[in-house]
C-alpha cells in the first residue's frame, strides 16, 4: 500500500482512467438524459454538474454516474464496470432523438487529485479549481472537477491521454494505488457502486440522496422512489460501521442485534489510521442510526 498517508494528510494522485468517459452530443441530450435518470438534468447549465443514478422499472439502481455540462455535450464519468452497461442503456432509448453517443474513455484519461490540500496542489500549477461540488473549469485542454472518489476533498483532471507523463510530473505528489484510497473511502463513508451499490438495491436504500430530485417530472423508475419516499416503505440504509479489532469481515457477512439480523457488509478493510475495521453495511431500519451498536461475531460494530 502506498500513498495512505499522503490521501489523509495532505493530497495524493490517483490514476482512475479506467472510469468509462461517454459523450453525449445532440439537441435532445439533455431530455434524453432527465427521462431516464434520477436527478435534474434540465437544469444544468454549463460548467456545472450532478451526481445521478440510472434506474430500472422497479426502481432498483443500475449504475451510477456523474454528469459534467458542456457548452455542447453533457459528459457521463462512469465506474469501470458500468460504463458498457450506461452505453447500451442509453443507446436503447435513443428512438427519434437528436442524441449521439461516444465512448471517449480509450483517448481520454481521469487523475484524481484528493486529499486536504488538493486544491492547494492545483492552484500552484496553475489551474483554476471550481467551488461547487460537481462544477467544472477548463484549463487548456483539461477539465478540473470537483468530485472525488474517497470522500477525501478532491477534483477530477479529464485530460488527453498523452498528457499523462506531464499532467503526473507537474502535480509532484505521491501516488496513492487502489489500496490506500479503498481504505481512505471507507474511513469516509462513501460507497462504490458494484461493491456497495448494485442492482439489488432501491435508490433509498442507498441513503445517497444528493443522487435523487423529487420534483423533477417522470423518469424511469420514478413511481417506485415516490412510493417509498411518500409510504415510508424503507426497511433498510447503507450505512458507515466501525467494528473493534482487526478482522475483516467478507461481503455478504450478517451481524446482528437484539438476536436477529440487523445488517450486511457491502464492504470492509482495516484502518491503520484508526486501529480499527471500517466497514459499510445496508443496516435494518431499526438499527440505521448513529451510535447503534450490532454484534460481528465475537467483536461489536458501531453504526455512524
Given at each position: 500500500m502506498k500513498g495512505y498517508e499522503a490521501l489523509r494528510e495532505s493530497a495524493a494522485w490517483i490514476d482512475l482512467s479506467a472510469r468509462g468517459k461517454i459523450r453525449v452530443n445532440g439537441d435532445d441530450r439533455a431530455r434524453l438524459l432527465h427521462a431516464i435518470t434520477t436527478n435534474h438534468i434540465d437544469q444544468l447549465k454549463p460548467d456545472t454538474g450532478c451526481y445521478v443514478f440510472f434506474l430500472d422499472a422497479q426502481g432498483r439502481v443500475l449504475a451510477d454516474a456523474n454528469i459534467l455540462c458542456r457548452e455542447d455535450h453533457l459528459l457521463l464519468d462512469t465506474e469501470p464496470e458500468t460504463r458498457e452497461r450506461i452505453f447500451a442503456h442509453l443507446d436503447h432509448y435513443i428512438i427519434a432523438d437528436d442524441v449521439t453517443l461516444e465512448d471517449t474513455t480509450a483517448r481520454a484519461m481521469t487523475i484524481a487529485v484528493e486529499g486536504p490540500r488538493s486544491a492547494e496542489v492545483l492552484t500552484h500549477i496553475g489551474a483554476s479549481v471550481p467551488e461547487a461540488n460537481y462544477a467544472l473549469v477548463p484549463w487548456g485542454s483539461r477539465i478540473v472537477a470537483r468530485i472525488n472518489s474517497t470522500g477525501s476533498p478532491g477534483f477530477?483532471?479529464?485530460?488527453?491521454?498523452?498528457?499523462?507523463?506531464?499532467?503526473?510530473?507537474?502535480?509532484?505528489?505521491?501516488?496513492?494505488?487502489?489500496?490506500?484510497?479503498?481504505?481512505?473511502?471507507?474511513?469516509?463513508g462513501k460507497p462504490r457502486y458494484a461493491e456497495d451499490i448494485t442492482d439489488r438495491f432501491l435508490a433509498q436504500e442507498t441513503n445517497q440522496s444528493h443522487a435523487l430530485h423529487f420534483n423533477k417530472g417522470c423518469y424511469l423508475g420514478q413511481e417506485v422512489v415516490e412510493r417509498v419516499r411518500t409510504r415510508a416503505l424503507l426497511h433498510r440504509r447503507l450505512m458507515a460501521v466501525d467494528i473493534r479489532g482487526s478482522t475483516v469481515p467478507a461481503p455478504g457477512t450478517r451481524l446482528t442485534a437484539q438476536g436477529k439480523v440487523a445488517a450486511e457488509v457491502t464492504s470492509a478493510a482495516f484502518s491503520p489510521a484508526l486501529a480499527r475495521v471500517v466497514a459499510l453495511a445496508y443496516v435494518r431500519t431499526e438499527f440505521a442510526q448513529t451510535g447503534s451498536i450490532i454484534d460481528c461475531g465475537d467483536m461489536q460494530a458501531t453504526v455512524r
Open positions: 477530477f483532471v479529464f485530460a488527453p491521454v498523452d498528457e499523462k507523463p506531464t499532467l503526473i510530473a507537474q502535480l509532484g505528489i505521491e501516488q496513492a494505488d487502489a489500496e490506500a484510497a479503498r481504505i481512505v473511502r471507507l474511513e469516509h
